[in-house]
């Protein structure tokens, strides 16, 4: 008979592990089949009908139906608006195709999911009876059953939701999802023992979904298994830093696959892979079609690179020329392939080894460092492509000894490009100041060695996210060092069976897609993989002993299936081997040095090798390949002019996403030396035109995803230049919505680095002025929230709400600033009556900005020329105000409106390292000879966003007569209004505490935040998307709930919240009336702390340890609390 009730087709996250892909597709047996089944899972749901075997069709349907061309446009846009979380729009999409066809059951289906995602009121209960009807007129539809126990869940009845979900999970063995909310109902209503089976079903299902693991370690602990709780608790741990796994939350994406829409697609027809050879058979190189004249350096060096950046990827072989007078080649691609730049300076060094490509002062344009038999030379390109020796000013010349190796790479992760050199004696580490000069540390941080060595790797073994090294010598023992941050190496333990083991060459790469690199090597004991296995890393022969294998070794995609193959070479040949099985997929007949070049769009890597005559020979890729897609990664925004991160985007780390397929790349070197060469990364994407997304790790840190990239196409991935962190920011309830304020507790930073090693103090208070009539009460309330739309945490202790009734004509501000240096803020009100704004104002350039500084409008006084280096960092520059009044006078205060761009912690490594201070705005007064006299130094600037802030004038520090101030800094500060208050006291002021009634901490998602011009930020609450590129400091969190004992008093007992959450205070209104003609001002006043993820802040990865206003304290009534309300542990992404 015909099925006649849609069939469910699951998402590819949703297959067994057996079906995920190990294996590698196109040239074994095995190995087409996942990559090539992804063009059939994301199929039309609902749209065929499948008979089942042996059944016929009843005679009165004679065709099932299809959606028409342009319904499955309709409903694929609306998909892709459920991507880019617009819920409303694909809501509105998913109407139209429901009321045009209400039989299509897949589409009432995501018809629901859209609507339970928008979240408006009233949509969980219109989207509960649509689920309803799909059921009464399906009761086989599992994902109506699956979303309308989310639905349940959600709403607090684990009870219905526990049938609904036990349901699905039955009829779908496969659904670790539909496991794991069974057990989580099964845990809500207090059956442990009963969900811990279900706990471990979901993991047996899909060992990749860490929420089951944190599952069934808590009903362990609940049920007194103390041994097998740390057992789950140790595979969710691990599984914090693999890109494969995935957590169940109440948020689109994160719900299951059955609950997510997917695109439609018509059914594929069979794909095979494609026939032919890997690489076409060798030729001469274009252009350079003959021998050439050898050096008596050694074997030529092959690096590539795009020279002169006009898209194409040039040649760079040392040790070869086309004369006897230049010593080596620079060939430069063109249209019919590549000529001979004899003219390029770098074609006249002697005795040169390699070359190592890299952008050291990140202006856009490509250096080069020359690895030689003495002296080293690094050279600069100007952007008018013209070369200069910069050796001896940049001092990089090092000892006149042999250097085997050398990378580009950033060391410490303070956006620059450091270079570490190995050589026949001592290596060195050159860190970058980003002035244009490096400082040898090699030595003084042991990590100089005393070996003769052969080649350096970098990579991150430890999973901390900095960058380690191994440097590989030519006696053992062979040296691991872990990077520890602030230019501090130790020994890497774990190594000491590599230390010991003689090797010749070595290449990192994660093998597994799972977030833990591998090591490849060469050596005495053939090739090896060097695996992790929780305490050391352990070699595995790989590729038998029957071969031979010798240098050079190379990972890379070849065949074009995403995954890496490795390149290697023998005594008589190089040859492709299987990742997995180190089958040969090609060999081809050389016995010369080659380098895989990067040379096509859509194709893959070519070869270019130098045979026994000198004479460069091209193979380039074959028939037998998937298509390409090619990504060049920058830390420069084009919108900006500062970045995190190295130009030349070397250190990044990813992941490429196709499918149900992992795919794990960085932009370190993955071949081994001499010299590096720098070109974009090309991966396979199978038989796929678009791959899902990338996930990639910056260098500084920052985590990033892009959508969507076409095959076949250059992508330049610019790192977003986002604020990943800073501090809380404030919506408060104005009567129609919750409206952006500022953000807080800027001053309350948790390690944040301001030097070497060195760290700023928190001050944990804020008392924040809310603007004027904005704070309305609703339904007898006060409602503010403090939301984390970025990756960080908030440690909130204490919060009171003060209201402040003045009478007429008077007016207040909060003694309030992040202070740097003379008096400290006190936070307490300042009330006055009179205020002098300047007549005249003019900045350091002689422009006249009255009409920036007159209103606080955001339209504000532009600061000095940026510092592209450092981010919140100018050139000097001053604002010189006249006032028409003398400033002489006793209990003046300099009122500021503005805002300012903050650095973050790496950014303060960077700066000290480079000798660039920050320096906060000094005021300075002008005497009768017209000489500056200093007022306040230093005093400090508003605590982030726009807000208002004043400091003290000393009346004994300003000259007699005085008119005119200057402010002068060099920090990007944008000043809006500035003006001249007189403090005076009032005793008719009227001062009220408002009842806090409740605390509720909730996960609402990540607010829209828009840059508006001179840096100036805005959130938008009403725009959430439920997910973002953040991670979450390892730790317990409060629980989502009511919290308020936590936030009622400041006793050390902290309200505890990360990215996308909040907490939301109500204080209760006493509805009182204003006095006639007055104002009325209130004030947020909180304790607390927050921190950020950045690599250089100080115990970045934790929650803990959890601050205290005394240190070391020990407070059992707080104990207590956090027992009571922080259990939510949350890690990673």
């Known amino acids: 008979m015909l099925d006649l009730n849609p069939r469910v087709v699951r998402r590819p996250e949703s297959l067994p592990l057996s079906a995920r892909m190990h ?43 299809s959606p028409s061309a ?58 509960q009876e649509l689920l309803g009807k799909i059921i009464e007129n399906n009761p086989n539809n599992l994902r109506a ?68 693991q944190y599952g069934a370690f808590q009903a362990c602990l609940r049920l007194g298994k103390q041994d097998e709780a740390l057992h789950f608790r140790d595979l969710f741990q691990k599984l914090e830093n693999n890109p494969q796994a995935r957590v169940a939350e109440i948020k689109y994406t994160r719900m299951g696959p059955k609950a997510e829409v997917s695109s439609i697609t018509a059914a594929s027809s069979e794909v095979t892979a494609p026939t032919g050879a890997l690489f076409a058979p060798s030729k001469a190189l274009p252009g350079v079609e003959r021998s050439l004249q050898a050096s008596t350096n050694g074997p030529p060096n092959v690096t590539v690179c795009d020279t002169n950046q006009d898209g194409r990827i040039d040649l760079f072989i040392a040790g070869l020329s086309s004369d006897e007078s230049h010593t080596n080649l620079l060939l430069l691609a063109d249209e019919s392939g590549f000529r001979i730049d004899d003219a390029n300076p770098l074609s006249l060094v002697d005795q040169v080894n390699a070359a190592a490509w890299g952008d050291f002062n990140n202006d856009g344009t490509t250096d080069v460092y020359l690895l030689r038999n003495g002296p080293n030379q690094l050279w600069q390109q100007a952007t008018d492509g013209q070369w200069s020796n910069v050796t ?100 890497a333990n774990g190594f000491d069976a590599f230390r010991s083991a003689p090797l010749s060459a070595g290449v990192a790469l994660d093998r597994e897609a799972d977030g833990q690199l591998e090591i490849l090597t060469l050596g005495v004991g053939g090739m090896q993989w060097w695996t992790w296995d929780g305490s050391s890393w352990v070699a595995n022969s790989f590729g038998g002993d029957e071969v031979k294998f010798a240098p050079p070794l190379a990972a890379a995609d070849i065949n074009g299936d995403g995954q890496p193959e490795i390149v290697v070479s023998t005594a008589d040949d190089w040859r492709v081997l299987d990742l997995m099985t180190a089958e040969t997929l090609t060999r081809h007949d050389h016995a010369g040095s080659w380098r895989l070049a990067n040379l096509s769009l859509n194709q893959g890597p070519s070869l270019i090798g130098i045979n026994a005559s000198h004479q460069p020979l091209l193979w380039s890729p074959g028939p037998g390949r998937f298509p390409f897609i090619t990504l060049q990664f920058t830390g420069k925004e084009d919108k900006g002019e500062q970045m995190r991160s190295n130009r030349s985007g070397i250190g990044v780390q990813g992941a490429l996403r196709i499918g149900s397929a992992w795919f794990a790349f960085d932009t370190f070197r993955t071949e081994t030396g001499p010299g590096q060469s720098l070109q974009p990364l090309t991966l396979g994407t199978g038989p796929v035109a678009k791959i899902d997304y990338v996930k990639m790790t910056w260098p500084d840190g920052v985590f990033q995803t892009e959508l969507g990239l076409n095959s076949g196409e250059r992508h330049l991935i610019e790192e977003d230049q986002r604020q990943v962190a800073s501090c809380p920011v404030v919506f408060a309830w104005n009567g129609k919505e919750h409206q952006f304020v500022t953000d807080v507790l800027g001053v309350a930073g948790i390690g944040f680095n301001v030097g070497f090693g060195q760290y700023g103090e928190p001050r944990p208070w804020e008392n924040l002025l809310l603007p004027e009539n904005l704070l309305k009460p609703r339904n007898g309330f006060f409602e503010i929230k403090l939301g984390e739309p970025m990756e960080e945490a908030c440690y909130l202790d204490a919060a009171r709400l003060v209201r402040y009734d003045l009478p007429p004509d008077w007016q207040m501000v909060i003694d309030e600033r992040f202070h740097i240096l003379g008096p400290p803020p006190t936070g307490q009100p300042i009330f006055f009556r009179q205020e002098f704004q300047p007549i005249e104002a003019r900045n350091d350039r002689g422009k006249d900005l009255m009409h920036e500084l007159q209103e606080a409008d955001f339209i504000a006084a532009p600061p000095g020329e940026i510092d592209r280096r450092f981010l919140g960092r100018t050139a000097p ?62 005093f400090g600037y508003m605590a982030g966003m726009p807000r208002r802030a004043v400091v003290p004038l000393p009346v004994e520090r300003i000259p007699n007569d005085c008119r005119r101030l200057r402010i002068r800094t060099n920090v990007e500060i944008f000043w809006d209004r500035l003006a001249i208050i007189i403090a005076e006291a009032n005793d008719q002021i009227l001062l009220t505490s408002l ?23 805005h959130y938008d609450y009403a725009q959430r998307a439920p997910l973002w590129d953040t991670r979450h400091l390892r730790g317990n969190y409060t629980n989502f709930g009511e919290a308020t004992e936590l936030v009622d008093k400041i006793d050390d007992a902290l309200a505890i919240f990360g990215p996308g959450e909040e907490i939301e205070l109500r204080f209760k209104d006493d509805e009182s009336n204003l006095p006639a003609k007055g104002s009325r001002h209130y004030v947020l006043e909180l304790n607390g702390w927050c921190k950020d993820m950045d690599l ?3 115990d970045a990865e934790t929650l803990a340890p959890l601050p205290t206003l005394e240190a070391g304290s020990d407070n059992p009534q707080r104990n207590e609390l956090h027992k009571k309300f922080n259990q939510r542990y949350r890690a990673g992404f």
Not at 40 to 63: K, N
Not at 95 to 122: F, K
Not at 995 to 1017: C, H, M, S, W
């Open 392 to 491: 001896d000013t940049s001092g990089t010349a090092g000892e006149a000894i042999n250097s085997r190796d050398g990378l580009f790479f950033d060391a410490d992760h303070d956006g620059d490009l450091d270079l570490f050199v190995v050589n026949d004696g001592p290596n060195e580490l050159f860190n970058n100041n980003l002035d244009g000069t490096f400082q040898p540390i090699a030595s003084e941080r042991n990590i100089a060695g005393d070996a003769d060595s052969r080649e350096i790797i970098v990579a991150d073994f430890d999973t901390d996210r900095d960058v380690d090294l191994i440097v590989i010598n030519e006696g053992q023992p062979n040296e691991a060092y872990r990077n520890d941050l602030l230019w501090s190496y130790e020994p």
């Open 70 to 127: 342009e319904e499955v446009s309709r409903h694929n846009e609306a998909a892709a608006w459920m991507g880019q979380f617009d819920y409303a729009t694909a809501r509105d999409l998913f109407a139209e195709l429901s009321a045009a066809h209400p039989d299509w059951d897949e589409v009432q289906v995501d018809l629901a999911i859209a609507t339970l995602n928008r979240q408006l009121s009233g949509d969980s209960l219109l989207a």
């Open 877 to 938: 520059h001053s604002l010189e105000l006249t006032f028409d009044t003398e400033l002489n006078k006793p209990h003046l205060y300099l009122l500021m409106d503005g805002w300012i761009e903050y650095p973050y912690s790496q950014t303060m490594f960077a700066a000290w390292q480079a000798k660039a201070a920050y320096e906060a705005p000094t005021i300075e007064a002008q005497d009768a000879n017209g000489n500056w006299q200093t007022v306040v130094e230093q």
């Open 1096 to 1098: 250089y802040t100080r």
């Open 995 to 1017: 009842p806090l009634a409740d605390a509720i901490v909730q996960e609402v998602g990540f607010a829209k935040r828009t840059n508006y011009p001179q840096r100036r930020p």
């Open 145 to 212: 059953y699956y979303c309308l126990g989310i639905l349940y869940l959600d709403g607090g009845d684990p009870t219905r939701a526990l049938e609904l979900f036990q349901r699905v999970a039955e009829a779908d063995p496969t659904d670790g999802y539909a496991a794991y909310y069974t057990g989580q109902c099964l845990s809500q209503l207090g059956q442990p023992a009963e969900a811990l089976k279900w706990f471990e079903k979901a993991i047996a299902i899909d060992p990749y979904l860490r929420s089951a």
């Open 23 to 65: 294996k590698k597709l196109g040239h074994t047996r095995s190995t087409t089949l996942l990559l090539l089944s992804l063009l059939t899972f994301s199929g039309c749901d609902g749209c065929r009908q499948e008979q089942e075997p042996g059944g016929d069709p009843p005679p009165s349907i004679t065709e099932p139906w």
